[in-house]
């Protein structure tokens, strides 16, 4: 379809601004000296280009998603109409306190409830996303150490089952990372990890469930071997959704956790964001925390900043509409619903996975969490079908298909993550089609190479795309 | 109380008995008894008109302004009315990051136009698909920009507080040392940037306009940087893109900004949106999602995520930044703004937003509060008052009037856009005037 660009008529537009009320200003100041081309559209094209494109996107509302990892759960329209009220969005993020007491109220309200769920004291709403929560919860583990004057603890431990963004947050916020290998299930090795603490030992990042998608029952000792060494647990909070309101990072022995508001608790990703990030920690750690913390006294709202706080690891409140979409979904939900969605959201993907499991081989055999991982390696060998082929034949059928080749330890990892939101008659249906799919393997194993023909477009053409990059459209002069 | 599970008890227990147990709590044999919750104290569910009830009552706790001077980093600009109806389009709403880019052209599309209204803009060569806001983008960009020889990151102290504060607080990860480089008539003192840059020197970053709104001599500073072999990253307020010289035509390394002024409201500081965009040298040095232009198996064009072995899911703790999801509903909030405006509105707004700020700087001038700094200014400047700022602000604020940012006791940083009206002005200035006895 065409760009915007291609649909652009000079001296096409829109009448949107009034005149110049007061005297016009020229500024000496070096203009501006090539040309501003944008686009120029009258309003109704301008709709239609956009209406185009949003044919060509898959997103909850149009079929199952079932995007391991990424928790891609129905969202109550009721938030997006909350987060619209213009007492929120006219607010600007520098009014005077007494002038913002409503959001200071959400801030306040939201921080406290993930509080409750993620058992931890304190919790900052600035982190604008998981990878943002984690290299802030990160800073607070090393302000941790240096205001102890124990400079030596410069290590994070990380299980290679982890999310990318763990070694790279790592990373960012200067550590060195040890990478720990995992059983075969995902879950910790405690002699490996034994072996790796020591007194440079700054802490570990974990997530539980594990990218496998199975509770690892050694939680408590895993976390009381880094405790014993001195170090802290970060809790990676990308499978909440598995165990809210069922058991708390914060009595499972983790000291920070993110959450992703944009994952567990319903606020939708937006194609890429905006997400939101929010870290909790314990009492001890948050005189650290960055930014403006929401305080309570008598009913009134105040910001006030942590006495060694890391500074801001982005500008104002974070992403507040955000925040005020997870609350209003928090509300709906509350004290039996929290652990409700969860017990579904397990349920599901038990359900889904035990329909499937005769030709989507489960990593892991027995009860999985929220989501399970299949393995596409007999699928390659016997009938030369890949994960890839697999998730490609699946758009055919209008289901988004499940993260591809994660986590690292599974080969041709397939994670299916279906969330509580969906139904029985989704899953069936979705289990009905994807054996369908593995006796097109076994029969006809061609067609699925082929696949998808009935997307918007065939398999893209990616290594050109990154060797000869082309990322903006060139104006005619 | 509502949890969006479908399910009845009855499809419950089929569930349960397919899979072989017979309650939920088989689920949950490996979590450890000693730690599994027995309550959770929240308030109970509550239906989504109770919900909504609840929300309302709290956007109600806020005091909405009716007339808004201030901007220091969130601007009230005007937003069409078609950029919030394509910007609430339920599929790029719902949907995840395009990695399946047969079911995702459209969000892939976008933000290829995107990419390309922002190197527009900004005269740059290669632009990312955004990151969180602009304080972040400038945090990114002195990443970037540092190598083993040179790891000191100059920042400008007329630059953005939260920028300034932002950068501090990555710096602080990854160890570099940061210098701030000091401020002398609201905008970066050149004689100090020459005398603080060295062969140490990785980058220097400054705003154009400065947090105070003065104009800043962006072509010294380039010669200065360039000079000492560091890299220049330029923070741009987006409307100046329209009328001042580029980043491009300075000969900025990096160009950054906060993105909220393009169709985005102020919301209590966010969702925004950080734009960055480099020259083509830095290409591989970009964080965050890149989308590049390919062809699909029948040579069709299309678009996918590219250059992915810059980032974190591929290099892991070798990758540049940790950056995934970033803030691509805003980016296509602002596509469908600047394609609303159009170059000649988008300037229109740019041209209209000076020049009410200069009539409300001539206005307050005659009300007493004179502007502090000397030189060019855009659309915010800082006054000085005769009387504390407070009382002024309070004056206001008592007539639906959002004034300024105190700085100080004595000192407001002012700000109109193409929003403010002439009759507001006048009569922002007479309530001012009330105040001072001018």
């Given at each position: 379809m065409k760009l915007i660009f291609e649909r652009s008529i000079p001296g096409h537009g829109q009448t949107l601004l009034p005149h110049c009320d007061v005297p016009e200003i020229t500024l000496d100041a070096p203009g501006r000296e090539t040309p501003l081309h944008l686009a120029e559209l009258s309003e109704n094209d301008l709709s239609r280009h956009f209406t185009e494109l949003s044919k060509q996107v898959h997103g909850v509302n149009c079929g199952f998603y079932p995007l391991g990892s990424c928790t891609m759960k129905y969202s109550p329209k009721l938030d997006e109409d909350m987060a619209a009220l213009p007492g929120f969005t006219d607010i600007h993020p520098l009014q005077p306190a007494h002038t913002a007491q409503g959001c200071l109220h959400v801030l306040h309200e939201a921080a406290q409830q993930l509080c409750v769920i993620t058992g931890m004291d304190e919790m900052t709403m600035q982190p604008a996303a998981g990878a943002h929560g984690e290299f802030t919860g990160l800073l607070l583990i090393k302000s941790y150490h240096r205001s102890r004057g124990d400079d030596k603890r410069t290590k994070i431990i990380v299980p290679d089952s982890a999310h990318g963004t763990n070694p790279a947050s790592a990373s960012m916020a200067g550590f060195t990372i040890v990478n720990v290998p995992s059983r075969a299930d995902g879950c910790v090795d405690l002699e490996k990890l034994k072996a790796a603490?020591?007194?440079?030992?700054?802490g570990l990042m974990l997530t539980n469930p594990n990218t496998v998608g199975l509770f690892d029952k050694n939680i408590l000792e895993i976390t009381k071997i880094i405790h014993d060494a001195g170090g802290l647990n970060y809790y990676d909070g990308a499978n909440l959704n598995a165990v809210m309101g069922i058991v708390r990072p914060g009595d499972m022995g983790f000291d920070v956790v993110h959450v992703n508001l944009h994952k567990t608790f319903a606020t939708p990703h937006g194609g890429g964001g905006p997400g939101s990030g929010p870290v909790g920690c314990k009492a001890f750690l948050a005189d650290f925390l960055p930014g403006q913390v929401v305080r309570c006294a008598d009913g009134v709202y105040t910001l006030s900043t942590p006495e060694k706080s890391i500074g801001c690891v982005r500008g104002f409140h974070g992403n507040f509409l955000v925040a005020v979409k997870a609350l209003t979904y928090l509300m709906m939900l509350g004290r039996e619903g929290v652990p409700e969605a969860a017990r579904n959201a397990v349920l599901n993907a038990n359900y889904l996975m035990h329909r499937i499991k005769g030709s989507y081989p489960p990593a892991v055999d027995g009860i999985c969490m929220h989501e399970f991982v299949a393995s596409m390696d007999k699928a390659k060998h016997e009938?030369?079908?890949s994960a890839t082929d697999v998730a490609k034949a699946m758009l055919d059928y209008g289901i988004h298909p499940p993260t591809m080749y994660f986590p690292l330890i599974v080969h041709e990892a397939l994670m299916f993550e279906p969330t509580e939101t969906e139904s029985k008659a989704t899953l069936d249906e979705t289990a009905d089609i994807l054996l369908e799919i593995m006796e097109r393997a076994k029969s006809d194993p061609d067609s699925l190479h082929a696949a998808p023909l009935t997307a918007p477009i065939g398999r893209p053409d990616e290594v050109t795309a990154a060797r000869q990059p082309v990322t903006r459209y060139v104006f005619e002069q | 109380m509502g949890t969006f599970v479908p399910h009845t008890p009855e499809e419950q227990r089929a569930m349960l008995q397919a899979i072989g147990l017979d309650s939920f709590d088989g689920l949950y044999a490996d979590v450890p008894a000693g730690v599994r919750l027995t309550d959770l104290p929240l308030p109970s569910g509550m239906s989504e008109l109770e919900a909504r009830r609840t929300m309302e009552e709290m956007a109600a706790e806020n005091f909405r302004f009716r007339h808004i001077f201030r901007g220091a980093g969130a601007y009230c600009h005007y937003i069409p009315s078609v950029v919030k109806q394509i910007a609430s389009k339920e599929e790029f709403v719902t949907a995840y990051t395009p990695y399946q880019a047969e079911i995702s052209q459209g969000v892939l599309q976008s933000i290829f136009e995107y990419q390309t209204m922002i190197c527009d803009l900004t005269g740059m060569d290669v632009s990312n698909a955004s990151v969180y806001d602009g304080c972040t983008a400038a945090a990114e960009a002195a990443a970037m920009c540092r190598d083993r020889k040179r790891g000191v990151v100059l920042v400008s102290a007329a630059a953005h507080p939260y920028a300034r504060k932002t950068i501090g607080t990555y710096c602080f990860g990854s160890g570099a040392e940061v210098v701030t480089v000091p401020e002398k008539d609201g905008r970066t003192d050149l004689e100090a940037l020459k005398e603080l840059l060295n062969d140490q020197s990785a980058c220097f970053y400054f705003q154009q306009p400065s947090f105070f709104g003065c104009i800043e001599d962006a072509d010294a500073i380039c010669a200065l940087v360039h000079e000492a072999g560091a890299k220049l990253i330029m923070g741009s307020y987006p409307m100046a893109l329209a009328l001042l010289k580029t980043p491009g035509e300075v000969g900025a390394d990096v160009a950054v900004g906060e993105g909220q002024p393009l169709g985005l409201s102020v919301a209590f500081g966010g969702p925004y949106l950080g734009f960055m965009a480099a020259g083509g040298a830095l290409t591989r040095k970009l964080p965050g999602r890149i989308v590049g232009q390919t062809v699909d198996d029948q040579g069709r064009r299309a678009f996918v995520l590219t250059l992915q072995a810059r980032e974190q899911h591929i290099r892991r703790e070798k990758a540049g930044s940790n950056i995934c999801s970033n803030e691509a509903l805003c980016a296509l909030t602002a596509t469908a703004y600047l394609a609303a405006m159009g170059p000649e509105g988008f300037r229109e707004a740019a041209r209209q937003s000076v020049a009410k700020a200069h009539y409300l700087e001539k206005k307050l001038s005659d009300a007493g509060?004179?502007?502090?700094h000397s030189g060019e200014f855009f659309n915010e400047f800082v006054t000085s008052t005769p009387v504390p700022a407070a009382d002024i602000l309070a004056a206001l604020e008592d007539r639906d009037y959002l004034g300024g940012l105190p700085l100080g006791k004595n000192e407001i940083l002012w700000c109109a856009t193409e929003k403010n009206t002439a009759a507001e002005i006048d009569e922002l200035a007479e309530i001012v005037k009330e105040v001072t006895g001018a």
């Open positions: 603490v020591g007194d440079d030992t700054a009938f030369g079908v | 509060l004179k502007r502090i």
